[in-house]
């Protein structure tokens, strides 16, 4: 069974830093992997994904993830971290995308950002 | 645009009670997805339905059934409720294939059951 580990259960960066949130995937295969964001009491918001191709995709918000074969990674990064940022970001993964397949999340990471 | 509807956003249930949640998926879309978010926990799927047929079953108790209407709606129905079974509960819907998003869950804003 596919799983998905996030190292880091707490983030804090400063306004204005750089980002990186890691995530690892573990899987025969390349899945479909996704990253999204949840504000606390709120839904969950795709920030993007990726299936294949370019293995750096851009998402909303200015963020963006690299895909990373020989790693099994798929790092969440933001070159310039707004206070607004601050949430829980879960990272994704979907075997395939066959009708009714599951989403798998890791545990998430809480980011806080300090002014 | 539309988004994933969940009713209620809020529920407040004793020990031993059912409840009923209900999702309203995107219009046209046609596969639901519903996942379980305990406190500080990760989402964890329960079930999920492809044109009113259940696709897959993840973790759901026995307790729990489900169901996706000929609307598309489908609701979550919890029976002799525990205090574990607090938690957010969330609905996704996925576009039928052919869709440029065919790809992608669309999470409405989840209902969140207290269990007292």
């Known amino acids: 069974a596919q799983s998905v580990t996030q190292p880091d259960i707490h983030i804090t960066v400063s306004e204005g830093a750089s980002l990186e949130l890691r995530c690892n995937y573990s899987y025969g295969a390349t899945p479909y992997l996704f990253w999204y964001v949840q504000s606390p009491g709120q839904g969950l918001q795709l920030l993007l994904k990726y299936f294949s191709g370019d293995t750096l995709v851009q998402g909303i918000k200015g963020f963006e993830a690299e895909f990373k074969r020989s790693q099994s990674s798929f790092n969440l990064r933001k070159p310039s971290v707004h206070w607004s940022d601050a949430a829980e970001y879960f990272c994704?993964?979907?075997?395939?995308?066959?009708?009714?397949?599951?989403?798998?999340f890791g545990a998430g990471t809480i980011l806080r950002v300090k002014s | 645009a539309a988004g994933v509807i969940q009713s209620p956003r809020h529920l407040i249930k004793e020990k031993r009670e059912t409840a009923t949640l209900k999702c309203y998926p995107i219009p046209r879309h046609d596969t639901v997805y519903w996942y379980q978010q305990g406190p500080g926990q990760d989402p964890q799927f329960l079930i999920s339905f492809y044109e009113k047929m259940q696709s897959d079953k993840g973790s759901i108790p026995d307790r729990f059934s489900a169901q996706q209407f000929s609307d598309y709606h489908s609701e979550l129905n919890m029976s002799s409720l525990e205090l574990g079974d607090s938690a957010l509960y969330f609905c996704?819907?996925?576009?039928?294939?052919?869709?440029?998003?065919?790809?992608?869950?669309?999470f409405g804003p989840g209902t969140r059951l207290t269990v007292l």
């Open positions: 996704a819907s996925r576009p039928p294939l052919g869709s440029a998003e065919f790809n992608e869950q669309f």
């Open positions: 994704a993964v979907a075997r395939t995308m066959e009708y009714g397949n599951k989403l798998v």
